[in-house]
């Protein structure tokens, strides 16, 4: 039975009373007990310093040549906090509640609402820290609105807040290394946990440069790991982002947490070939001022701007009236692939729509003609206007879209498509955090808890931030005050040693297939298969053909991989294989989490069940629960279910008409 | 501002030693301006709000900032050089064909009469050596931090050319200033080699003017001259601003107002020295 | 935009590991699409020469949006490739024309030495860092966030130096390998804000002590470091290194 250890009374004081009775480690007992931690994000990063501060040894592990480079760092947006700072009517309810819904209620309320009370807290450090947010005339914070909510709660950076944040605990983990209160082991990958007598006591993990492998002992071991997002090969994900570590731990007996939750972003780069390694986003922002579209006719071969207005389908403003193009992002997705999959689509490939700041562009420049006093001016001065409005609001995005596909988007709309962004699943942890193995605890996009089915923009960066600060300096203590009088165990135990020759003898299989077809091309395939089958619409048929295909994938791929070099040099292609290894049992895992899910929630959308009006569909009675699986034998997984019970909130259907 | 605190090495803290009123701090040994420390990782500081006088003048940036104070000071000296030498041009037909070089003998005469500027001569001579000295150890340095090189150089993409050869002009202009010393300053100061005496309302003076007229009459040494000024252009092209840089201007306006100045000086002080040999064989003057 | 395929010829520089001696080696690549990036064209050619039982070709990347500074080739003699402010993984192939020869080299400067092929170790970045690019707030002790106004232009120039990705562009581009707008940026940022005020003599000292035991060059003032920057990170942040230090120096 799942215990979620949910602090009993009042939501508003669960976390409170929680921090107020939970046990404590006195400063000479932390010296002694040692902490790994992997990856080091937004929530690796802030882990690592806030624990090091507190004076517990910890090991930091990233598989980047530097703890700064880790993927939180391509968000662009914002971070959303409760502050008030706008007298806009926010609080920490609100923000909770926001988040309750926008993950199409499947989160827990204890957990959300503690991510919402500390939300200002993280504000306060990272200002502290030297964060550059965006300040007003008056020298005091900046906030701009973001989807899904009414009120302006979101902190930024320009369109560098993830940067901004991650350089910021990065700041304070290297301050913590130069104290020697953390070691920092850069390209470096965990490939395995050590576990002796049903605790995690340490990780094997292989030197990148020169291949060895390590043996690490820690009292408790953090995965700060991300996202699985790569698992569909294409996706907004960096190119190393990987499940390795979650899945390493899930074969260690976690449990993996509703897998089949992936967030598909609706304004992202469309792919242009074959070739495409990675897709780009383009801040959700761009939909506060341009306007989707796709031509009335199939097929139109018209370029953009030989298309009048009268057969242009401006899809989500007459799907959705009251929202328009500010629907949230799964709605606006799938509303994307609808048109394309019905021939509309646009560009070479066919799977792209418009995104067109034409009419943005002729009304900032009225309002700014307004402003300089010329009443009566022509078109070509407007849209100059126009042009420089958006240019300041929007300039580095449209920088970037022009690099990317060589067009300018001040003259000719833009190209859009969705693409895989985020995953809200992931290993399953309770209120501390603590996955079902004693000692193993996720933070961040690695684990499931926060998000629900959806994930509200702005949330990400608050939530890594929020585990790593503020939730896992108090959660942790609990599990170690029974630790301190566990000596570090020698990495020559004999666990330690069993779990080196497994990793060993993997790796070494690996090695030895010698087959024909490229990791890489193995990984294509397999994004492709999940792309089509589990991405923003799935059914039954295409899933069970999935599960088929991925697993005939991984017979196939541990018969024929090739990897070129040898084990102990610097070799990107082994590294790649490792990971392809498990994104294809996850893949298989995510299938049957979205068969078995039968019922349409966010990020999840099942065909069969969907309203009269192609809208989602929940079945709050039968599927009100978190599922968290368990590996049994290889295909095999059981289902745990956690239910969710809403003490405060009232689910409702969401609708944007 | 209390000093400082402790110097961590490994574990330990050592405190620094204070000889004669000179802290020395562990772990690290200075071997002609360049710091070797005996660890090869890092040396925890803690709370060091300290600088040795030494430590700010050879760190690199104290290289920088040596070059540059030393810079500014040569600029400022070459202002008076060529306002002293450009009195010669009071001979042309335009100001007063009759001056025979009368005004250029005497204020080269004032320049060499007062115990003050005797000793602002040395601290002329040292600038101009701190100035080499620093500028060869840096460019060094420099060298030794890219043991190969690229096969594809950047080239002048991104960067002048002048800036990125000012050791070369430097070295240029080095000897220029070997053979410009050999000329007039060995011989006004020590040897009075073909220094003839002219007498101005009755106080006796060197004929400097005249010896200029004898040294410029040969072309090879006018063309020597016109390179060295070539050499100096340059040289102060990127040396004026750089120098401000260097001393930490860093307000985009006063940068821009330098960058303008700087081109300004670097033209009219390298244009006035390469008109004197010129005019003097072309007999404009004299 | 209208697209087109296009053959190349590359030269890229092979070393096995930081031991080994390097040297270049050529290889063609044809039908290669202009809307592929740089990086998308030796994905390709990696594929290729695993399928021929060859050693694929090493280089950093991980984001591929020009944001993790991770990707560090020095393209036709210019970090990161012919573009204004731009980093490798958003070069795209249009760059280029058919028939184009490419030399491709690691970051040269022995502070970054080269592990393999195009792959060097900017290590010597985090340690600069870590001697003082922070600011000492133990996770907890801050104040509000709007309890000390900061100026906003103040806050936009800090914003305008710690933009800094840390790729290395400036230290590859210098002719003296100098990594002082690196660490220039590093002290703009914090020292521009009250925040990073109480430590800005130490954090200074210290950054450049560190820069100089990691075997960087000191810098000339040549700006080549701001040409390249993928950020567009200004040379004034040198200068206000320089009085940072300066002031530093005079009044410790």
Known sequence: MLNSKIPAGPLETKWSKYKSTCKLVNPANKRKLEVIIVGTGLAGASAAASLAELGYKVKAFCFQDSPRRAHSIAAQGGINAAKNYQNDGDSTY?????????????????????????????????????????????????????????????????????????????????????????????????????????????????????????????????????????????????????????????????????????????????VSGDHQSKLTLMSESLRNDGRIWVPKQAGDPRKPNEIPEEERDYYLERRYPAFGNLVPRDVASRAAKERCDAGYGVGTSKQAVYLDYADAIKRYGKIEAGKKGLSSTDEATIIALGKDVVKEKYGNLFDMYQKITGENPYEVPMRIYPAVHYTMGGLWVDYELMTTVPGLYALGEANFSDHGANRLGASALMQGLADGYFVIPYTIGNYLSDEIHVKPIATDHPAFAETEKQVRERIEQLMNIKGTQTVESFHKRLGKIIWDKCGMARNEQGLKQAIEEVRQLKKEFWSDVRIPGNVNEYNPELDKANRVADFIELGELMCLDALTREESCGGHFREEHQTEEGEALRHDDNFMFVSAWELKNEHDWQLHKEDLNYEVVKPSQRSYK | MKLFNCVHVGAKEISPLRVFGIFF?????????????????????????????????????????????????????????????????????????????????????????????????????????????????????????????????????????????????????????????????????????????????????????????????????????????????????????????????????????????????????????????????????? | MEHKH???????????????????????????????????????????LIKEGKDPIAFDHDCREGICGMCSMYINGRPHGPWEANTTCQLHMRAFNDGDTIVVEPWRANAFPVIKDLVVDRSAFDRII??????????????????????????????????????????????????????????????????????????????IAQMDKEGFGACTNTGACEAVCPKEISISNIARLNAEYLSAGLTS
């Open chain 3, 130 to 207: 870590q001697a003082g690019g922070y600011v000492s707030v133990n996770t907890g002790n801050a104040v509000d966030g709007n309890a000390i106004p900061i100026e906003k232009d103040k806050a936009d120039a800090a914003f305008a130096a710690a933009m800094c990705i840390g790729c290395g562009a400036c230290v590859a581009a210098c002719k003296n390998s100098s990594a002082m707008l690196f660490t220039s940026a590093k002290v703009s940022h914090l020292a521009l804000l009250p925040q990073g005020d109480p430590e800005r003599k130490s954090r200074v000292v210290n950054m």
């Open chain 1, 94 to 270: 609100r923000l909770f509640y926001d988040t309750i819904k926008g993950g199409d209620y499947r989160a827990r309320e204890g957990n959300v609402h503690r991510l919402a009370e500390v939300s200002g807290n993280i504000i306060d450090q990272c200002v502290a820290q030297g964060v550059p947010f965006a300040r007003e005339y008056g020298g005091l914070l900046s906030n701009r609105s973001f989807g899904g909510t009414q009120v302006q709660r979101t902190f930024y950076a320009a369109g560098q807040t993830g940067q901004q944040l991650l350089i910021g605990a990065y700041q304070a983990l290297e301050r913590q290394v130069a104290l020697g209160n953390v070691t920092m082991y850069s390209r470096h990958e965990m490939l395995d946990i050590v576990m002796i007598e049903g605790k995690a006591r340490g990780i094997i993990c292989r030197n990148l440069v020169n291949g060895e492998l390590e043996r690490h002992f820690g009292h408790a071991v953090l995965l700060c790991s991300g996202g699985y997002g790569n698992v569909f090969y294409l996706s907004t994900n960096a190119m190393g982002s990987n499940v390795t570590a979650a899945w390493k731990a899930h074969k260690k007996g976690a449990y993996f947490a509703n897998p089949c939750f992936t967030q598909i972003h609706p304004t992202c780069i469309p």
């Open chain 3, 6 to 48: 296009i053959n190349l010829k590359l030269e890229v520089w092979r070393q096995q590991n930081s031991k080994a001696k390097g040297d270049f080696e050529s290889y063609e690549v044809k039908d290669i699409s202009t809307e592929m990036s740089f990086l998308e064209m030796f994905d390709v050619l990696n594929e290729r």
């Open chain 2, 25 to 286: 701090i562990p772990n690290q040994i200075h071997q002609f301006g360049v710091y070797v420390y005996s660890t090869p990782k890092f040396a925890t500081t803690k709370n060091i709000v300290f600088m040795t006088w030494k430590e700010l003048f050879i760190s690199s940036i104290g290289k920088k900032l040596v070059m540059g104070l030393t810079g500014i000071f040569l600029i400022t000296f070459l202002i008076v050089h060529a306002g002293i030498n450009a009195c010669i041009f009071a001979d042309l037909p335009f100001f007063n064909s009759e001056d025979n070089g009368e005004m250029f003998n005497k204020a080269a005469h004032f320049m060499g009469s007062t115990v003050l500027i005797r000793i602002m001569e040395i601290g002329l001579f040292a600038g101009i050596i701190l100035h080499i000295v620093q500028g060869y150890l840096l460019e060094l340095k420099n060298r030794q931090s890219r043991s190969v090189a690229y096969a594809k150089p950047m080239g002048n993409d991104g960067s002048k050319w002048y800036s990125r050869s000012m050791a070369l002009l430097g070295t240029l202009i080095l000897l220029f200033l070997i053979i410009h010393l050999g000329h007039f300053w060995v011989s006004a100061r020590f040897t009075h080699n073909g220094l003839e005496p002219v007498v101005y309302n009755g106080v006796v003076m060197h004929d400097m003017f005249s010896l200029m007229k004898v040294t410029f009459t040969e072309a090879w040494v006018v063309v020597v001259y016109l390179l060295g000024c070539i050499a100096l252009y340059f040289h102060l092209m990127h040396g004026f601003t750089s120098a401000f840089r260097t001393i930490g201007v860093s307000n985009k306006k006063y940068l821009l107002l330098l960058n303008s100045i700087g081109a300004g000086y670097s033209f009219i002080i390298s244009a006035l020295f390469a008109l004197m040999p010129v005019a003097i064989y072309l007999n404009w003057v004299g």
